[in-house]
């Protein structure tokens, strides 16, 4: 390396693991990317992010696109690690380069991220051209003048998923093609036309039967009744996308032919497809053969068709749900039923599930099979105990742990990308929320079920120059990275134009018609108020989102608006959405909300809303408490979709008046909400503490030492003065004095050393004034 890299830089080479272990250790003066000590800042950024992350992700930067990488894409680069690091990406990919290079140039050129599901990609990385498939998002990266000059590209490979389905198809269109053949020669014909309608993983087929002199390598299929191979060209014309040799498999009597891709590996999910196609062909010609008896061959074929549709029932099943812990669950009962074995338990790293059958508890398992993953090492075991019908078949626990094996694999990228759609949407959620003069606010961020892939709910709370406050709160249609994605674009596009000082109603026009150019559908329900809290009037706009609920007076709930102001974001190419007003009233409150926490699948959304209407108005301390209570309910249904909240409470914007009941446990009360003025005063962090402190010292006292008061409360009453904050806490009693057995006089002096004291005394009680002089700026 040429020179020292940046500090930030460094600790992520450290922390990056083999590949931040290579960029550190790498003569980087052959490489287009340059000395990482002269990198801009923007592309520091990026390398941080993308060793931190175990997510799939490739940097492509420069003219020339550097590749640089994650250990999370090695699997992706295979054989073509280490060399490919700081390489331009032409010689990386040469065999692939020109559909990656319109990717890469149409992100630089548009300046706008591309994002495609299943998109296929040509890779020879393990000695071959293969034919992969991988969700795909191209994302620019700028340099400090706004202008792309790199890509971060986010993978998430689904290459073994797409072939999965795609063969599924093959053989329920096989199915249904020879349950309708009428005769031999017909079934013959329509197996052939299913399995050759997926070319792009049989680019032959042929089925032999009754051929008087076949080919010698087909003959020795046929009389051994074991699979071989033949070379393709010595059967037909090859195919261009055929590999060189084809697979010969008993049928019946007969065999069938099949020619494989040359852009695939024959891998075990490959062969077993293989195998499906030829016992469901078998078991159409013995069922078409004619023979009422039931011979050995025929009880041999029904157990074997029993044992597939058992297979594919415990697929079904294992499709069905997609984390781990589920996957597990499913597979130990599955097998145990399927088996009748003594016991079943299915292990992955951080995740076990176990079905007993009766075996004795120290026993040690009969079975032990690894639960296979193509792609690397093995995700898992399975263990299987001997039940009371004797050992389960060999050839049925192999099938179940394969099974296994690729349902785990998925539910891994299932969890990688719900991983990383979840971190994007939280680092986009604000961090903290701004405080000023006359409101307090909070917020509330839940996720959906565990089985719910992210959705795209968000909010946003901004503090505009002006002083006015405006809350967001929206849904993007969908789930998913793609949705978490569009969820930060619409966040940070309407932020901007709030900042650049458009309405409500202007900005949702604006972030609609925005929409309409990026190029792919998105649709999203959006809420925008603005709350000026010196006036606490509200301006408000909406885009098909669920109206947000005023709660004043201690009555319930009103909604902010009863008809639809103007349709979801998206929905449209050219909406106007109008802004319109109301005026908050002081200790008035608002509540805006997604969908998620009125949806319930026991009730209507119209029932859920007018239930939140009488929630909303419940009586409690802090707009926090209130949210509180909100989710907590909320929690006791079941629900899928995630939640976001903003409650909202008007104050007065200069003054802080609190009366309480003279009751200690009120004391909480009073410093949460003297925490809040101060806050949003900007009163410097050391003079609050001290404040607070005082406060509630002469709080404590205000409650302990009246004798017979008019009134059990206490007011406290604060405000600014110029360089200085006074607070005043009054009661409705006398103290008793000080020589009086029992009077202790409680943090007085500690009251005295925070603030400059003074007490009055009067008929109508007493009033503590504490006067706390700021510290300078």
Known sequence: MLGGPPSRLRLAFERGGEMGARMAALDWS??????????????????????????????????????????????????????????????????????????????????????????????ERYGFPEMTYSDISYDPIRDHRGEPCGVLCVVTDTTRRVLGERRSRTLGALSRRLAGAPDQRTLAAEAVTALTGNPDDVPFAALRLDEPEPHPAIRAVIDSGLPGRVPLAEVTDPPPSAAGDALVLPVAGGALVLGRSRFLALDDEYRDFFDAAAAQIAGALRDRSGRAPL????????????????????????????????????????????????????TAPDARAEQDGGAAPAAEPDVVLPLPDAAGPPLGELRVWDGAGGPAEPAVL??????????????????????????????????????????????????????????????????APDGEL??????????????????GQLRNALRAYVLEGFDCGAALTRLNRLVDTLGRRQFATVICV??????????????????????????TGDFLYVAAMGPPIGALGSVTYPTREHQLTPGSRLLLYTDGLVEDRHQGIDSGLADLTV??????????????????????????????????????????????????????????RLEDFLAAHAVPE?????????????????IEHPLDPAEPVIVVEASLTGD??????????????????????????????LTELSVHRSPEGTAVTLRRPLSPA
């Not at 331009?88 to 994002?115: C, K, M, T």
């Not at 885009?543 to 004043?552: F, L, R, T």
């Not at 009054?730 to 500690?750: I, K, S």
């Open 724 to 753: 200085a904050v006074l607070v005043t806490i009054r009661d409705t009693g006398r103290w008793r004095p000080a020589t009086e057995p029992g009077f202790r006089g409680r943090g007085l002096a500690l009251i005295g050393a």
């Open 470 to 487: 405006f809350l967001v709160i929206g849904d993007v249609v969908g789930k998913g990275v793609q949705a978490a994605a569009g969820m």
């Open 295 to 346: 011979t050995d061959d025929t009880a041999v074929l029904r157990e074997h068709v029993s044992r597939l549709r058992g297979l594919v029932d415990v697929a079904a099943a294992l499709n069905a749900v997609p984390t781990t812990a589920e996957v597990l669950d499913v597979a130990a009962r599955y097998v145990l039923a399927m088996t009748s074995a003594g016991r079943v338990v299915v």
């Open 30 to 123: 052959g490489s287009p990317a340059g000395d990482p000590a002269a990198w801009p800042e923007e592309l520091v950024g990026a390398v941080v992010t993308m060793l931190a992350s175990r997510a799939q992700m490739m940097i492509c930067w420069g003219p020339r696109y550097a590749t640089l990488y994650n250990d999370a894409y090695l699997m992706t680069l295979g054989d073509k690690h280490p060399g490919s690091l700081g390489r331009p990406a032409a010689e990386v990919w040469p065999e692939s380069w020109d559909v990656r290079r319109r990717l890469l140039d149409g992100v630089i050129a548009s300046d706008r991220a591309f994002y495609a599901p299943d998109h296929p990609f040509l890779s």
């Open 686 to 702: 050391n003079d609050a503490f001290d404040l607070v402190v005082a406060v509630s010292e002469a709080a404590a006292n205000a």
């Open 615 to 672: 929630d909303a108005a419940q009586p409690t301390e802090h707009v926090e408490d209130l949210l509180d209570v909100l989710l907590g309910k909320a929690s006791q249904h079941a629900r899928r979709d995630d939640i976001a909240l903003i409650a909202l409470e008007a104050t007065e914007h200069r003054e802080f008046v609190l009366r309480l009941p003279a009751e200690p446990d009120r004391l909480t009360v009073l410093r949460r």
């Open 530 to 555: 603005a709350f000026d809290p010196r006036t606490r009037r509200l301006r408000f706009s909406s885009a098909g989102h669920p109206s947000p609920i005023v709660v004043s007076g201690g009555k």
């Open 398 to 463: 192999i099938q179940l742990a394969r099974l296994i094996g690729l349902r785990l694999a998925n539910a891994r990228l299932y969890e990688t990308e719900h991983r990383i759609a979840s971190t994007l949407q939280h680092s986009l959620l604000p961090q903290s929320l701004p405080r000023v003069p006359g409101a307090i606010v909070a917020s509330r961020y839940v996720p959906g079920s565990s089985e719910a892939r992210v959705g795209g709910d968000w909010y946003d709370v901004i503090a």
